[in-house]
């Protein structure tokens, strides 16, 4: 146990963490952005599902408006999401083109297929 503490005390020990600058404001953008393939108003139309059911909340009991929240999933992909109002209300004249939601449902449902297969492939039983 005492090596441990050495080493670990040691010049010699880093991580991960070491080797990412946490002070660079635009962190986000450098690891995720939106895929242009992706339409911007099915982004708005998720996150403002998520907000109207209180999937966030705001710092130290701020008041979270969807503004906010809109602001911060602009900064953090490094786009103008200010118009995201102007950008739904257009789209939801064609309130048909909503599939946003069933292809996010097929595609966790994907996903957990995934999950499944590995879990049979490793001999143990599936999750559901």
């Known amino acids: 146990m005492e090596w441990m503490i050495d080493y670990m005390g040691s010049g010699l020990f880093y991580t991960f963490s070491d080797e990412i600058d946490w002070d660079e404001s635009n962190m986000a953008i450098q690891v995720i952005r939106r895929s242009k393939s992706f339409d911007k108003v099915d982004l ?3 996150i403002m599902a998520l907000y109207k059911k209180g999937a966030f ?3 130290d009991g701020e008041e979270l408006t969807a503004s906010k929240v809109f602001q911060a ?3 953090m992909l490094g786009e103008d999401f200010s118009k995201f ?3 739904l209300s257009a789209a939801s004249v ?3 083109d909503v599939r946003i939601f069933k292809s ?3 595609g966790f449902e994907e996903y957990e297929a995934d999950k499944d297969k590995k879990l049979i492939r490793q001999g143990k039983p599936k999750r559901r």
């Open 94 to 96: 064609n309130k048909n």
């Open 57 to 59: 909340e705001g710092v």
């Open 44 to 46: 708005f139309r998720v």
């Open 73 to 75: 999933f602009g900064d």
């Open 104 to 106: 996010l449902e097929k």
């Open 85 to 87: 109002n102007n950008n």
